[in-house]
């Protein structure tokens, strides 16, 4: 009984390992589908990024948004690396199957039926690899690109939602707790990475190898950081990285295929961050006094889903007044209580009057803390509230009447002043000309 069992055991194994191979073997078809639907989706992801950008622009208080930029930055470093994985990966999979039906039809070199001469084909053949190796190599690279392509989209993925949650429960928090307790967490996760790098540069030194106590404690470290960064996913994770470090010695050719992919997703990532609004969460953006910037103009910009300066209706007015739309975001809540105090409810009026008042207070903090200057003239505006027609931001609208206006070039000059954190200023520029058909 007992011989028939083991019996069984073998077939059974012999059975999965057969299922394996073949599963190995034929595994660049469903490769190659996957690699074509991935380069769809990850250039997907761009849009995703720059929906992020904005959100971090419209809701993070201005001191943190470097702690955005980091995020988000990273996570287009990401997606472009991806991107470049994935499309690297698409060309070498259909140069290895050139290869191996090429293969199919002329398994080796030939020198008799050669079109050159015996001397030159020799000669040629002398430096080139053989076809049997070429297509192993191809296959091999093929075959671990998808591991490091989602092993990096899901290390981003894990610590990008750490980070946001965490900054949320931060500013959450921020009122009512120490900010060195609440960034207690985040001192211990660098500490552990700072650790970890040290003993990660040290225990791989030739003289600490056989050290037991700097292994044991590079493993403990390697072991509590990658938990605290990665989460649940930590020993999957490990599991892939370790594979490759494992192999390093006879797979180094991987290395320069990972540092290829590194450099190229770079370069995708220079070319993609100027369709965003990054560089804003680090310094807003420069403007020339003298550059008709298209944010500025709604005729110009009909498809902007999101606005970081003011607009006016076009560059060239004919109309009776120039309307004036100035985005009001999320965070500056965080500086109005400086700029107009507090709203307090009067206990003698309903709740209906209290709303009241309290819609005029926030209109007439809005009006406090922008300015508007036109050709040099500081300008009263009265402003009205309103939500964008395009991008359905909230902020506020006023009207800028032509008897102000001289015939040709006008700038209308904007600051909006948050506190003490930064002031911010713009210069539209635009040229008015009558229409005389409207007088």
């Not at 490769?31 to 993070?60: C, H, M, P, R």
């Not at 500490?191 to 990660?200: A, P």
């Not at 910037?293 to 007044?321: A, G, K, R, V």
């Amino acid at each position: 009984m007992s011989q028939s069992t083991e019996t069984s055991q073998v077939l059974e194994n012999k059975k999965n390992i057969k299922w394996l191979q073949r599963l190995k073997e034929e595994s660049w078809e469903a490769e190659l589908l996957v690699s074509a639907i991935a380069i769809f989706g990850t250039f997907q992801l761009f849009g995703l990024i720059e929906w992020v950008t904005n959100k971090y622009i419209d809701l993070l208080p201005i001191e943190q948004y470097q702690y955005g930029y980091f995020i988000v930055f990273m996570g287009l470093l990401a997606i472009s690396i991806l991107v470049s994985m994935f499309v690297i990966h698409f060309f070498l999979r259909a140069y290895w199957i050139g290869l191996v039906g090429l293969n199919s039809v002329f398994p080796d070199y030939s020198i008799e039926d050669s079109a050159y001469s015996k001397i030159y084909t020799e000669k040629i053949l002398g430096i080139l690899p053989k076809q049997e190796d070429t297509i192993q190599k191809v296959d091999e690279l093929c075959s671990v690109i998808f591991s490091a392509a989602f092993t990096i989209l899901l290390i981003y993925m894990y610590m990008s939602v750490f980070l946001s949650v965490y900054m949320l429960i931060y500013n959450l928090l921020i009122d009512y707790v120490p900010s060195y307790i609440l960034l207690i967490p985040l001192f211990i996760s660098l500490i552990l990475l700072v650790l970890q790098t040290i003993f990660s540069v040290i225990g791989n030194l030739k003289m600490f190898k056989t050290n037991v106590w700097v292994q044991t404690w590079m493993f403990k470290l390697v072991r509590l950081t990658t938990l605290v960064t990665y989460g649940p996913l930590y020993k999957y994770l490990l599991q892939v990285t370790m594979v490759f470090g494992s192999n390093f010695k006879k797979k180094k050719s991987l290395v320069f295929l990972i540092l290829l992919f590194f450099v190229s997703g770079m370069c995708v990532a220079i070319v993609k961050i100027q369709d965003t609004n990054i560089f804003h969460l680090i310094n807003p953006i420069s403007y020339d006094v003298h550059k008709m910037q298209l944010s500025y103009y709604e005729n110009q910009n009909i498809n902007e889903s999101f606005l970081i300066t003011p607009q006016i209706q076009s560059d060239i007015i004919e109309d009776n007044t120039v309307k004036l739309f100035i985005p009001v975001f999320h965070h500056e809540r965080n500086y109005q209580k400086t700029t107009c105090g507090e709203f307090n409810d009067d206990d003698s009026l309903s709740i209906d009057g209290n709303r009241v008042n309290a819609q005029q207070f926030y209109l007439d903090c809005y009006e406090k803390y922008h300015s508007v200057e036109l050709n040099g003239q500081l300008l009263k505006i009265d402003f009205l509230k309103k939500n964008h027609p395009i991008s359905e931001q909230f902020g506020i609208v006023g009207f800028i009447d032509k008897n102000l206006l001289k015939k040709g070039k006008n700038i209308i000059e904007v600051t909006k002043t948050l506190g003490e954190a930064r002031e911010f200023n713009w210069s539209i520029p635009f040229y008015y000309q009558p229409n005389t058909s409207h007088n």
